[in-house]
């Protein structure tokens, strides 16, 4: 019994990375220019659509792969010149809505050029459990939600010392905490943003991948978004340590809710769960685990 | 030189304090209200009333509820199709519960019951703003329609989970036909309107505004928060719950959950967003908008086929609604933020001062 709840509270962190990894895009975004990417899932979408197209056109594995980086690098760039820049001085309402509409803009692209096939996307790691640690301890962990784990620490890793040792990753830190005082230091705001959804765009990639992986690459994952949002509201809306932690609580509660609470009430409790932990959350810290907190003057 | 209100003196303090103090726009309203009543049901066609009419009216009327919260009060809410769902299961319940109910009765039970889920979802905002309320209400929105789906007593243990809305009567005058639906709607909807404009006009209306704009001197100048903010949530789900009964009885005529989906309150939230955040017009501008420039494209689309004889499949039509209805909204926020009813106040304006340049 004990290992069961084991199992379910391992692959409930497991799949927690995966929210954290599109959470971390939102993240990103935030930090950097105040605006909250409602369209993160549907890039998410979009990069795994237009990886899975190149392939079943005939690219290998790794061209597609660089040509789907290069277009949602090109797209994030499109998307900061486009939408976000006529809209700078907006109050935050009309980005929020800005990035809805763009996210049903993008969803409508993706499936106008690749149409709505459901579509396998295969990265060549299994959805099986280890049998090493099965034969030992009798506890499931899949192989693939393990690389899904190493790749999204990789990628953390990978950030954080972006953010932390380069001189771009300084500027996106300043731009994050003040964007007046970074334009007097002379930090060119534009460029910064652009390579924020540059960067935001890549996450949503690996994202788009892991998820397209596990789950198929269809419509549905634009919904993945949705669910990042009980993720940044426990993490905290500027943190990436707080997405990480944020995404692993989230899928771990929701995954043991289901298995425990679900069959007493007639299951499909993932669906509301964590919007109610949030909600929960939110009265007691508002800013979340990680997040800072705002004083606000006026 | 048409629109001047010079010559049109007021003697009472009634008279100042009108709604529609010109005359023109007197003038213009009666003309509209005769052809909503009158021409209409007589020349259109069933199809015009049961797939534009009816739906425009309905959604404009849940679009009012949403403007109440998000453009007045400044409560941003995903969650209005929730409240639309309490609505209609709610009047679903009293009509097959309360024998000889009177209709509009049963309406009214549904939007006070949802009225009172409002408020109970209503409570977060007292706490958070912003996205985090927002938040919150898509909690409320994936939670509720999980509990109709899954109580049983709701949904009167029905197998199939799609339940017959019962026939509307009144006073024993049954109404089936389009036009007999249409009206209803129509009576419904304009005298909410017209009581959601007077609320927007008074004290609590002042109150909602004020506490948008900042809600911390609102605190300051003595606007009590809790009472507005909750009685924001309560009238809008009010709205809400009206508009899903009507949904469910006048345009569906199945009480189902799947109809009060998520993308039903953002189609709702866009409606308000291209009509106008905080104005009664909007709400109906913004629901003509987005009933009808799906079936305006699926026509283009279609007739570009046919003439063109390109073969587009049925999914790029669906496709192109999604990348126009996006793109459509990206360009009002940076064009005209304030919506389509700031185009019609700015046209107004101009009319007034016709011929002459300034």
Known sequence: MLSFVFEVAIGGLLSGVMYSLVALGFVLIYKASGVFNFAQGSLVFFAALTFVGLTEHGLSFPVALLVTLVVMVIAGLLIERLVLRPLVNQPQISLFMATIGLSFFIEGLAQLVWGANVRGLDLGIQDEPIAWIADRTGVNVSKFDLMAAAIAAVLVTGLGLFFSRTRIGRALRAVADDHQAALAVGIPLQQIWGIVWAVAGLVALVAGMLWGARNGVQFALTFVALKALPVLILGGFESIAGAIVGGLIVGCTEKLAEVFIGPHVGGGIEGWFPYVLALAFLLVRPEGLFGEKIIRRI | ?358
């Open chain 2, 1 to 358: 030189m048409l629109y001047r209100e010079a010559g049109q003196f007021k003697s009472s303090y009634a008279a100042d304090s009108a709604i529609l103090p010109i005359r023109q726009d007197r003038i213009g309203l009666a003309i509209i209200l005769a052809i909503a009543f009158v021409v209409i049901p007589l020349a259109a066609s069933p199809y015009l009333f049961s797939a534009i009419l009816i739906p425009t009216l309905i959604l404009a009327l849940a679009a009012l509820g949403l403007n109440i919260l998000t453009g007045y009060a400044g409560q941003l809410s995903l969650g209005a199709a929730a409240f639309m769902a309490v609505g209609a299961f709610a009047s679903y319940n009293f009509v097959l519960r309360v024998p000889g109910i009177p209709l509009l009765l049963a309406f009214a039970g549904g939007g006070v019951m949802a009225a009172a889920v409002g408020i109970v979802f209503g409570l977060p905002s007292l706490r958070i703003r912003g996205f985090y309320l927002a938040v919150a209400t898509l909690a409320a929105q994936f939670f509720i329609v999980w509990c109709l789906t899954k109580i049983g007593w709701i949904t009167n243990y029905n197998s199939s989970g799609v339940i017959t809305a019962q026939r509307m009567q009144i006073a024993g005058i049954t109404f089936d036909t389009p036009q007999e639906k249409y009206l209803l709607v129509l009576t419904i909807v304009a005298l909410m309107a017209l009581a959601a404009k007077n609320m927007a006009r008074g004290n609590i209306g002042r109150q909602w505004m004020a506490i948008r704009d900042m809600d911390v001197a609102a605190e300051v100048i003595g606007i009590r928060l809790m009472r507005a903010k909750l009685l924001a949530f309560a009238v809008s789900s009010f709205y809400c719950g009206v508009a899903g009964a009507l949904f469910a009885y006048a345009y569906l005529g199945t009480v189902e959950p799947e109809a009060y989906s998520l993308d039903l309150s953002f189609r709702i939230l866009f409606m308000i967003i291209i009509g106008g955040l905080g104005t009664v017009l909007g709400a109906f501008l913004g629901s003509a908008f987005i009933v009808i420039v799906p079936i305006l494209l699926s026509v283009a689309v279609e007739f570009l086929d046919n003439t063109l004889h390109l073969g587009v499949p049925s999914s790029v039509g669906s496709n192109l609604q999604l990348m126009v209805f996006g793109g459509l909204i990206i360009f009002f926020l940076i064009v005209e933020p304030f919506g389509l009813a700031r185009i019609w106040q700015i046209t107004k304006e101009k009319l007034r001062l016709w011929p002459f340049p300034h």
